[in-house]
């Protein structure tokens, strides 16, 4: 089947830098995006790895290991609006599209 | 403004009576998606479209109808909601050769 897993939470301070980890096993891999989700929120689209290697967007970047079936999302120089949730999700063969059960990070002061 | 929007926001209703939740796009994407969230599972698709008269099984489709007869709308529909399926939903959209998927506001819905 197919499935993905990631931490349920993870909590930083302010400034800090902090990784998601994502691990997935799914046919026919497309690629693996990530998503943010505020508490009540719709989710929102942050970035998205086709091959393997790091994607920079300002101060989030994300990482993808296709033979490792491994990705990552670093925060860095964490902010308190970065409380959120984080979803990975991974788009295969059939246009079906999983997501991850998500991981909430707590950031303190 | 380029939006996914829902209606209704918030639902509450009875076991057994049909209800739709309709969504619609005005970014022309040819990929739409129904999603349900609930606590400890993330998000599960539904159905998805990838274009009109396409629709698409996705992980936890049982219980639930979709059409898609334009574009730009693909409602959800429950002929005979039951408890279980009390949730918040989300509806979303992307261009077909893109990967950015552009989420509504979210329904949610409580069947007593």
């Known amino acids: 089947g197919q499935s993905l897993e990631q931490p349920s939470e993870v909590t930083a301070v302010e400034g800090a830098i902090v990784q998601i980890n994502c691990t997935y096993q799914t046919s026919g891999f497309y690629g693996l995006s990530w998503y943010q989700q505020h508490d009540g929120g719709a989710p929102t689209f942050l970035s998205y790895?086709?091959?393997?290697g790091l994607e920079e967007t300002g101060r989030f970047s994300s990482f993808l290991s296709r033979s490792d079936s491994y990705g990552y999302l670093l925060l860095q120089e964490l902010q308190m609006k970065d409380s959120a949730s984080y979803f990975c999700a991974v788009g295969g063969a059939t246009n079906k599209l999983i997501f991850g059960t998500g991981t909430l990070l707590a950031v303190q002061p | 403004e380029a939006q996914v929007t829902q209606n209704p926001r918030y639902l509450i209703t009875v076991t057994g009576k049909k209800l739709t939740v309709t969504c619609s796009q005005n970014m022309n994407h040819e990929y739409m998606s129904w999603y349900r969230q609930d606590p400890g599972l993330g998000l599960r698709q539904i159905y998805y479209s990838m274009n009109v008269e396409v629709t698409d099984k996705g992980d936890v489709p049982e219980g639930y109808k979709v059409s898609r007869k334009e574009k730009r709308n693909f409602p959800l529909i429950l002929e005979s909601p039951s408890p279980n399926q009390t949730s918040l939903y989300f509806c979303a959209s992307k261009s077909l050769n893109l990967d950015t998927q552009y989420f509504g506001p979210g329904t949610r819905l409580t069947v007593l």
């Open positions: 790895n086709a091959l393997d």
